[in-house]
């Protein structure tokens, strides 16, 4: 199965602040990831899939990039709605559709 | 609009079974896939399985095989989780997601959650 592994665990940041989460396969799997935002209480959301493409309704201020097994997921200029943990997923396959460990965004 | 509406909260003993329903509304059924993840108190998601909307093929992750059971009614648009051999463990909330393949770029991606059902397993 492919592992996918989330750094850092936590990220304490302001509001208007960049943030970058990675993550990281265990093997090469090209640009097959989603992100998800998960706000405490809440269903998760889906923000990102094919390691760039934003879904419907996602602000811009949204990014994901990477190729092989090296993602990045970026939150410019960082909102309050913004604090929530962040959670990369494997996507190109019904046989490990798993997800990395996740990252909370806090305040700082 | 599109949604998923999942079965209440239960509470299990060791060695009991839970069965979670997972009902679909604002769209075609047949069309989309069923993942399930589940979620331990302040743990990470876990996905679990999915039944395809392709003669509902399931898959399952390893950990689970053997004690998981995932079926799907399109009569009623309602999807299940079967989950066997109970330990606390298990104790998680589990949440069903449509899955949605794209075709144009071979990938899937979980668009659309339930609400999250709460399993409490405890003697």
């Known amino acids: 199965d492919i592992q996918m592994t989330q750094s850092p665990s936590t990220l304490s940041a302001s509001i208007g602040d960049k943030v970058t989460i990675v993550c990281r396969a265990s093997?090469?799997?090209?640009?097959?990831v989603n992100w998800y935002q998960q706000r405490p209480g809440r269903a998760p959301k889906s923000l990102i899939n094919?390691?760039?493409v934003l879904q419907s309704g996602v602000p811009a201020r949204f990014s994901g990039s990477g190729s092989g097994t090296y993602f990045t997921l970026t939150i410019t200029n960082l909102q309050p709605e913004d604090f929530a943990t962040y959670y990369c997923?494997?996507?190109?396959?019904?046989?490990?559709?798993?997800f990395g460990g996740g990252t909370r965004v806090e305040l700082k | 609009q599109a949604q998923l509406v999942q079965s209440g909260a239960e509470v299990k003993k060791p060695g009991a079974s839970v069965e979670v329903s997972c009902k679909a509304s604002?769209?075609?059924?047949?069309?989309?896939?069923v993942a399930w993840v589940r979620q331990a108190p302040g743990q990470g998601l876990e996905w679990m399985g999915l039944?395809?909307?392709?003669?509902?093929?399931?898959k399952y992750a390893e950990k689970f095989q053997g004690r998981l059971t995932m079926t799907a009614d399109t009569s009623t648009a309602t999807a299940y989780m079967e989950l066997r051999s109970l330990t606390s463990d298990d104790t998680a909330i589990y949440s069903c997601?449509?899955?949605?393949?794209?075709?144009?770029?071979?990938?899937?991606?979980?668009?659309?959650w339930g609400q999250g059902t709460l399993v409490t397993v405890s003697s």
């Open positions: 093997q090469s799997i090209t640009t097959y």
């Open positions: 039944i395809t909307n392709y003669k509902g093929k399931t």
């Open positions: 997923q494997h996507s190109s396959t019904i046989y490990s559709l798993t």
């Open positions: 997601a449509r899955v949605f393949y794209d075709v144009l770029t071979a990938s899937y991606n979980f668009d659309l």
């Open positions: 094919v390691a760039s």
């Open positions: 604002g769209y075609r059924f047949s069309d989309y896939g």
